[in-house]
């Protein structure tokens, strides 16, 4: 998604927008208004704004002097992706690391942003239904719109054609050309949906049914939320009848796509080890699958557990956070779970079930009793500690080899004890507030290994928390201004994990645990915003001199994402004083 691209600002409005919601290597791209026809690109240098100009000629794009491009869009990838170097003129290097985002000009779900022609016309085509249609972001001029419709004319390869419609946007007024305006692209789209579009060549294209986005801006997903969360009326033969949501089309389009994912499960299908699975068709990915090391080579199968790495692919962050998903324990199992444990320098547990819900056993007590300990294979667990908050339970286990007592390791365990039996929370401020403590106890070990996070078949809640959680990390990382597909989220980790996220109920849980997750971020700035309102301080020049210590901002980095996640009813002293000892504990442990 072309995000990037601010269409209505000036310099100034660039430079306030990088200073109050960027970082370091943030930047946007906006029309030049000192020359028209140009743009600038403005990018967050340290504590300063500086401002790049680039050429439109009429037939391509460059840096005055640079690469020539055919897009703006294909310029700025080319160097966010590091091919080409930025360089200010005394000499510092310009790195545009972080696209600060506008908002889209709908939030209409047929608005597909920065979508090209031939991949607009690939989902056209794909769906084979003539009147279907979708709005994207003019590649060739930034700030206008194209409309692109499926006829039912052929083309020269025999596939239906799809027409362009190049839609102007004018004063902020939208147009196809003629003397027709409107307001907005919903008025635009709604008028030629009545009326249909004359082409130059004669020929008349309708619209009839609109080609779906699943991709939103994060800031405006309460408004997506409350699309999906329609149900129109709909008269069948003299009854009113509701036809199926927004929700329910988005999870079973991904039902159908799950299905074309054919991988190997042949190590939980072999004779010795199918005993090790807590249900016989719920098998992890051979390519993904957690192997056991250090067991006895002579026993067949001594090197499976039922768990699969997960990582999240689709954003590529520095300090890559993985998962690992797995089932509930079996009895059989508690050996092989703790040497995963040692084996993976886990420090965090999260559990999303109950030992025994409904009269079903869900999960056998790996742990031992409060103050007690347990022999698990070739390692000692004990429970130091136990205390129940509101919606969970945390026990402080310690794990070592027995012959090597010496050698410890703190296992924090987090038990979510809110989750129902059937169907998911009422409201996900719980949920919410519980990643924000496990996160902020994964955060305390520097170099820790996955998190693993486990209910009883390992797919269901666990993916639902694994969703969440990814896309709160990105979130934080890019700003609450990012694209989120949180269909595309849930097609990732299924192909690292089969059957991650398994009911509608559960994934309408993951856009309303993030849309709560926005506005609360949303609130936060805006006390942040009232709070220093006050102060009119002018721009002091900003040396531009580089840290020698990058792992101390690497930690002050963390310690703002961390802050970030205090709940809002966190926000006082005693919170304050939570992050201060975080941040203490984080400084010890890297640099002692």
């Given at each position: 998604m072309v995000k990037w691209f601010h269409r209505d600002i000036t310099g100034l409005q660039a430079e306030e927008m990088l200073k109050s919601r960027g970082i370091h290597g943030s930047f946007l791209a906006r029309p030049s208004k000192k020359n028209v026809g140009d743009f600038s690109l403005s990018v967050r240098l340290g504590e300063m704004v500086t401002h790049i100009r680039i050429q439109n000629?009429?037939?391509?794009?460059?840096?005055?002097?640079?690469?020539?491009?055919?897009?703006?869009?294909?310029?700025?990838?080319?160097?966010?992706?590091?091919?080409?170097?930025?360089?200010?003129?005394?000499?510092?290097?310009?790195?545009?690391?972080?696209?600060?985002?506008?908002?889209?000009?709908?939030?209409?779900?047929?608005?597909?942003?920065?979508?090209?022609?031939?991949?607009?016309?690939?989902?056209?085509?794909?769906?084979?239904?003539?009147?279907?249609?979708?709005?994207?972001?003019?590649?060739?001029?930034?700030?206008?719109?194209?409309?692109?419709?499926?006829?039912?004319?052929?083309?020269?390869?025999?596939?239906?054609?799809?027409?362009?419609?190049?839609?102007?946007?004018?004063?902020?007024?939208?147009?196809?050309?003629?003397?027709?305006?409107?307001?907005?692209?919903?008025?635009?789209?709604?008028?030629?949906?009545?009326?249909?579009?004359?082409?130059?060549?004669?020929?008349?294209?309708?619209?009839?049914?609109?080609?779906?986005?699943?991709?939103?801006?994060?800031?405006?997903?309460?408004?997506?939320?409350?699309?999906?969360?329609?149900?129109?009326?709909?008269q069948d033969e003299g009854e009113g009848q509701k036809s199926k949501a927004g929700f329910w089309e988005e999870f079973d389009a991904l039902q159908k796509m799950e299905a074309k994912v054919k991988k190997s499960r042949e190590e939980g299908q072999r004779p010795e080890n199918k005993s090790k699975n807590r249900y016989k068709n719920i098998l992890p990915f051979n390519e993904t699958r957690v192997t056991l090391k250090d067991t006895d080579p002579n026993v067949v199968g001594s090197d499976y557990i039922n768990a699969n790495y997960v990582r999240n692919t689709l954003y590529e962050a520095t300090d890559e956070k993985v998962y690992i998903a797995t089932q509930g324990c079996l009895a059989t199992t508690v050996n092989d779970f703790w040497q995963m444990v040692w084996q993976e320098n886990t420090h965090v547990i999260v559990m999303t079930t109950r030992e025994v819900e409904k009269g079903r056993n869900k999960c056998v007590p790996y742990w031992p009793e409060l103050h007690s300990t347990k022999e698990v294979g070739p390692y000692v667990v004990t429970c130091t500690l136990e205390r129940e908050a509101t919606d969970y339970k945390v026990r402080l286990l310690e794990i070592g080899p027995i012959d090597k007592p010496s050698i410890c390791r703190e296992v924090w365990h987090y038990q979510y004890l809110s989750w129902p039996d059937h169907g998911v929370p009422q409201e996900p401020g719980g949920v919410l507030s519980f990643l924000t403590q496990v996160n902020a106890k994964q955060a305390e070990f520097c170099h820790a290994g996955p998190m693993i996070i486990h209910c009883s078949a390992g797919i269901g809640r666990t993916g639902t928390i694994v969703v969440i959680d990814m896309i709160i990390e990105t979130i934080d990382t890019i700003g609450i201004d990012c694209d989120i597909d949180i269909p595309k989220y849930i097609q990732m980790v299924r192909e690292q994990r089969s059957g991650m996220v398994q009911t509608e109920a559960q994934y309408k849980f993951i856009y309303l645990a993030v849309s709560e997750y926005i506005q609360s971020t949303k609130a936060k700035q805006n006390e942040a915003e009232t709070e220093y309102g006050n102060l009119q301080l002018k721009h002091q020049p900003a040396s531009r001199k580089v840290s020698n210590q990058p792992e101390l901002q690497l930690l002050f980095v963390s310690l703002a994402v961390h802050r970030a996640r205090v709940r809002k009813d966190d926000t006082n002293t005693s919170g304050l004083e939570e992050i201060r000892n975080h941040f203490s504990v984080a400084i010890k442990r890297c640099f002692y």
């Amino acid at each position: 998604m072309v995000k990037w691209f601010h269409r209505d600002i000036t310099g100034l409005q660039a430079e306030e927008m990088l200073k109050s919601r960027g970082i370091h290597g943030s930047f946007l791209a906006r029309p030049s208004k000192k020359n028209v026809g140009d743009f600038s690109l403005s990018v967050r240098l340290g504590e300063m704004v500086t401002h790049i100009r680039i050429q439109n000629t009429g037939d391509y794009y460059d840096l005055y002097g640079g690469e020539k491009f055919a897009t703006l869009s294909e310029l700025v990838e080319y160097y966010t992706a590091e091919n080409g170097i930025l360089q200010d003129k005394d000499g510092t290097i310009i790195e545009l690391k972080y696209p600060l985002n506008c908002s889209d000009p709908t939030t209409e779900r047929w608005y597909h942003g920065h979508l090209s022609g031939p991949n607009a016309e690939k989902l056209l085509t794909s769906r084979d239904e003539p009147g279907t249609f979708l709005v994207r972001e003019s590649l060739s001029k930034p700030g206008d719109f194209v409309l692109s419709v499926l006829t039912d004319e052929r083309s020269k390869t025999g596939a239906k054609r799809v027409s362009h419609i190049k839609i102007m946007c004018q004063n902020d007024r939208y147009t196809v050309g003629g003397s027709e305006m409107f307001d907005t692209l919903t008025d635009l789209v709604d008028h030629y949906k009545r009326k249909g579009i004359e082409e130059i060549s004669g020929n008349w294209v309708y619209l009839k049914q609109p080609y779906y986005s699943t991709r939103v801006n994060a800031a405006d997903i309460d408004s997506r939320v409350k699309q999906l969360d329609q149900t129109a009326d709909k008269q069948d033969e003299g009854e009113g009848q509701k036809s199926k949501a927004g929700f329910w089309e988005e999870f079973d389009a991904l039902q159908k796509m799950e299905a074309k994912v054919k991988k190997s499960r042949e190590e939980g299908q072999r004779p010795e080890n199918k005993s090790k699975n807590r249900y016989k068709n719920i098998l992890p990915f051979n390519e993904t699958r957690v192997t056991l090391k250090d067991t006895d080579p002579n026993v067949v199968g001594s090197d499976y557990i039922n768990a699969n790495y997960v990582r999240n692919t689709l954003y590529e962050a520095t300090d890559e956070k993985v998962y690992i998903a797995t089932q509930g324990c079996l009895a059989t199992t508690v050996n092989d779970f703790w040497q995963m444990v040692w084996q993976e320098n886990t420090h965090v547990i999260v559990m999303t079930t109950r030992e025994v819900e409904k009269g079903r056993n869900k999960c056998v007590p790996y742990w031992p009793e409060l103050h007690s300990t347990k022999e698990v294979g070739p390692y000692v667990v004990t429970c130091t500690l136990e205390r129940e908050a509101t919606d969970y339970k945390v026990r402080l286990l310690e794990i070592g080899p027995i012959d090597k007592p010496s050698i410890c390791r703190e296992v924090w365990h987090y038990q979510y004890l809110s989750w129902p039996d059937h169907g998911v929370p009422q409201e996900p401020g719980g949920v919410l507030s519980f990643l924000t403590q496990v996160n902020a106890k994964q955060a305390e070990f520097c170099h820790a290994g996955p998190m693993i996070i486990h209910c009883s078949a390992g797919i269901g809640r666990t993916g639902t928390i694994v969703v969440i959680d990814m896309i709160i990390e990105t979130i934080d990382t890019i700003g609450i201004d990012c694209d989120i597909d949180i269909p595309k989220y849930i097609q990732m980790v299924r192909e690292q994990r089969s059957g991650m996220v398994q009911t509608e109920a559960q994934y309408k849980f993951i856009y309303l645990a993030v849309s709560e997750y926005i506005q609360s971020t949303k609130a936060k700035q805006n006390e942040a915003e009232t709070e220093y309102g006050n102060l009119q301080l002018k721009h002091q020049p900003a040396s531009r001199k580089v840290s020698n210590q990058p792992e101390l901002q690497l930690l002050f980095v963390s310690l703002a994402v961390h802050r970030a996640r205090v709940r809002k009813d966190d926000t006082n002293t005693s919170g304050l004083e939570e992050i201060r000892n975080h941040f203490s504990v984080a400084i010890k442990r890297c640099f002692y």
